[in-house]
């Protein structure tokens, strides 16, 4: 059956339609080209979702809720599959048409969510059941444990009536008792005897430990006394001490000042070779201006032949002048280095016994000497050179024209040369004789800081063992004092021990008595069934009871007596700790004064130490400087070199057409640059709506979580997915019947699936009111 209601678009149309032909419960895709109906090769039906339905309902009404769940489920996923095989369809993917597919695709997650609900209402049950089952495991607990607690009763019977036998069997035990009650107060009278003779002892022992006690004391002062010697002679050693300090403080204030003006005369030398560093370097482009008006003037004296030759021959005699005067001066230097180089013997051989540190200074005054004569050497042979050159000259006046401009400057820096080499010359000589008295002055008075700083260390060390021997015998006669109270503190704590021990057994005595007491009181009870015979016996037990109180009177004013005693003991055995410990506070005291000391010389020796490594600092400094004086003069001759090697290359560049290129670079790095800057906002934009995008995706996560999270949110997301349900049957329904189908199976289906909402979810409640009802029970 065709679509009356659809439209096509060019020369080929595809249009959805659905027919109920003979069989009403068929749907079938057709296909239509260029007018002409096609049947397209698939069919499916709903004939079997029809039965699955009816045969779950009939389930419901036999209350088999497992079978209808799982059938459902199985419903469920055969509707799927149909919707997935309708949405698989070539002739639905040929139709175009985006808002059914979305449909279709829509009730397939609402179905398959529909099952998921399924399974868990399921799951639910099982776990029903499975409480169920739970409660009546603990009602059967239950009555276990009330068949245990009736035997505990019996058993409870049976102790008491055991009980009450044991009861008369004591109360005919009482007269037994009775009897040897008054054996053991005989015991107790022999007892309360030895009592009274230990408590004599326990006096004669008191008046002994208080005699032993004023000794202790009479000690306790002596040892007094010692102390107070001991700290006066530790205040006299602390006033040494500061005294000694004071010197040091002193000493080594004068030789910070002298270091400090040595290196302020060592910076002072330093600014004047900067100085002449400066004059040589405006010297340097004087020369560099003179050489060029001669280069100009050169140029102009070009013009003419003759007065080339004429200046060549004056050049060339002037050159051989200049020569004659150069090896002069090569002799002179050379016999002002040997004369130098004696003097450097002389100055050597009278230092080298007088300091390590000179030799060093001394070796490389030697290697300066060296690179001089190496300097000169090279100069030898650059002069050398430049005779070779003036013999090349003669050959042709043509090439002379070049080399004279060449000999001219390599004069003209020979001649500088020369001048600088002489000049450094002098200052070396000079420099040298003034750091080496400088050097000798200081060494000197380090030897003699050295040799006062060791009597002071002599003379510590004789005052510091003067004062440990006193110290040593101070503490061996408080050793002796020491031994003799920690023997009188060992008889003092073994008569602790008989005292204890004595108390221990009073202890004993009195825990039998108490005993007895106790004993006496039960038997109170049963006094009254024994009134007829205990005459005689309540006199007994009367003389008895005065007996004990005449025993615990004794025994009170026994333990007082002994309390007293203790204490006494104890305070004698603080006193003696108290002795002890200052004792041990002096030596340990006196130990420190004495490391002190011994940390005072070695301290005098580190501070000699480090004067001697900061002189050798000092020398190494003025070495580096002279070596980096030299390496300014050769920067300055490369910078120069290299300016005019880039004054040449950029008149190079310029005659060849690099300015063209250049431009042509920059031009191209300029549009390169713009690109890039394009590029750039176009990623940024494209990175700021992508962190936007996120943004309001995770808020929207956000809220949809915390709404998922409550139960209100998840009712009515439930409520809203069986509404989505309807809807989205709905739109299916409207959108076919727009397109002219009419199908009366799906209108069916859309009716039996609201039914069966409905169903499940009047099925849900009742599930969750049972189980709020089984948790309640």
Avoid: W
């Avoid at 058993?155 to 036998?165: A, R, V, Y």
């Avoid at 076919?736 to 039914?755: F, M, S």
């Amino acid at each position: 059956m065709s679509n009356p209601g659809g439209g096509g678009g060019g020369d080929t149309a595809s249009q959805f339609s659905m027919a109920q032909g003979g069989n009403k419960n068929v749907v079938s895709i057709y296909r239509d080209v260029d007018g002409k109906q096609k049947m397209a090769v698939e069919e499916y039906s709903f004939k079997d979702t029809l039965q699955a339905f009816k045969a779950m309902e009939k389930m419901a009404k036999q209350h088999s809720e497992e079978r209808a769940a799982h059938e459902l489920t199985k419903t469920r996923t055969h509707q799927t599959m149909l919707l997935k095989r309708a949405l698989e369809a070539d002739e639905m993917k040929k139709v175009g048409d985006s808002n059914v597919q979305e449909m279709i695709r829509s009730l397939v997650q609402q179905s398959e969510s529909l099952t998921q609900e399924v399974e868990s209402l399921s799951k639910q049950l099982v776990e029903s059941q499975q409480a169920r089952s739970d409660l009546q495991k603990k009602v059967g607990e239950e009555e276990q444990q009330r068949a245990q607690i009736e035997e505990f009763v019996d058993n409870l019977q049976k102790e008491m009536t055991e009980l009450i036998n044991s009861r008369e069997k004591a109360e005919k035990s009482v007269l037994e008792e009775n009897r040897s009650l008054a054996s053991q107060l005989e015991i107790l009278q022999a007892e309360a005897a030895k009592l009274r003779g230990e408590a004599a002892a326990l006096r004669t022992s008191n008046e002994q430990l208080q005699r032993e006690a004023g000794e202790a004391t009479e000690r306790e002062k002596a040892l007094e006394e010692e102390e107070e010697r001991l700290r006066k002679r530790v205040s006299e050693m602390e006033a040494e001490k500061v005294g000694r300090e004071e010197l040091e403080e002193k000493e080594t204030t004068a030789t910070i000042a002298a270091l400090t003006a040595e290196v302020a005369q060592l910076r002072s030398q330093c600014a004047e070779g900067q100085t002449a560093l400066e004059s040589a370097t405006k010297e340097t482009e004087r020369l560099q201006s003179e050489l060029s008006d001669k280069e100009m003037e050169l140029q102009k004296a070009s013009e003419s032949s003759e007065e080339i030759r004429k200046e060549a021959e004056t050049a060339t005699e002037a050159l051989r002048s200049e020569l004659n005067t150069l090896k002069t001066a090569l002799q002179a230097a050379e016999a002002s280095l040997e004369q130098e180089a004696s003097q450097r013997a002389n100055l050597e051989a009278t230092s080298q016994s007088a300091s390590h540190a000179l030799s060093s200074d001394l070796s490389a005054e030697r290697e300066k000497r060296e690179a001089l004569e190496a300097e000169l050497g090279d100069m030898r042979r650059v002069l050398e050179a430049k005779e070779r050159e003036l013999s090349e000259a003669r050959i042709s006046l043509e090439s002379k024209e070049v080399e004279v401009g060449a000999m001219g400057t390599a004069l003209e820096e020979s001649r500088a040369e020369m001048a600088a080499l002489t000049e450094k010359i002098r200052s070396s000589e000079g420099d040298t004789a003034t750091r080496v008295e400088s050097l000798e002055a200081s060494l000197v008075e380090l030897r003699q800081e050295k040799e006062a700083n060791e009597t002071a260390a002599v003379e510590a060390a004789r005052v510091a063992a003067s004062e440990r021997e006193d110290l040593e015998a101070a503490l061996s006669s408080a050793t002796q004092d020491s031994a003799a109270s920690k023997a009188a503190l060992e008889a003092a704590q073994a008569e602790m021990g008989e005292l204890r021990e004595r108390d221990a057994e009073r202890a004993v005595l009195e825990e039998r008595v108490k005993e007895l007491e106790r004993q006496l009181e039960d038997k109170e009870a049963a006094r009254g069934q024994m009134e007829a015979a205990a005459g005689p016996l309540e006199a007994q037990i009367a003389s008895l009871m005065e007996e004990l109180e005449s025993l615990r009177r004794v025994s009170a004013r026994t333990q007082e007596e002994a309390a007293f005693s203790l204490a006494s003991q104890q305070e004698a055995m603080e006193a003696l700790e108290q002795t002890r410990e200052r004792e041990a506070e002096e030596r340990n005291r006196a130990e420190a004064e004495l490391e002190a000391a011994q940390s005072a010389l070695s301290a005098a020796q580190m501070e000699s130490n480090d004067l001697q490594m900061e002189l050798e600092v000092l020398r190494r400094t003025l070495e580096t400087a002279e070596s980096e004086k030299g390496q300014m003069h050769q920067a300055i001759e490369e910078a120069n070199a290299k300016a005019a090697s880039a004054e040449a290359a950029r008149e190079k560049a310029v005659a060849s057409g690099a300015d063209q290129r250049v431009e042509d670079a920059e031009r191209r790095a300029a549009q390169a640059e713009a690109e890039r800057s394009r590029m750039r906002a176009f990623v940024e934009e494209a990175q700021a709506r992508a962190q936007e995008f996120a943004q309001r995706a995770r808020m929207a996560e956000k809220h949809l979580q915390a709404f998922m999270e409550s139960p209100q949110g998840r009712e009515s997301m439930r409520d809203k997915q069986v509404r989505e349900i309807h809807a989205l049957v709905t739109e299916f329904t409207n959108t076919l019947a727009e397109k002219g189908d009419t199908l009366v199976e799906l209108k069916q289906v859309n009716a039996y699936l609201n039914q069966r909402l409905s169903d499940m979810e009047a099925n849900h409640a009742r599930l969750q009111e049972e189980l709020r009802g089984g948790s309640a029970s």
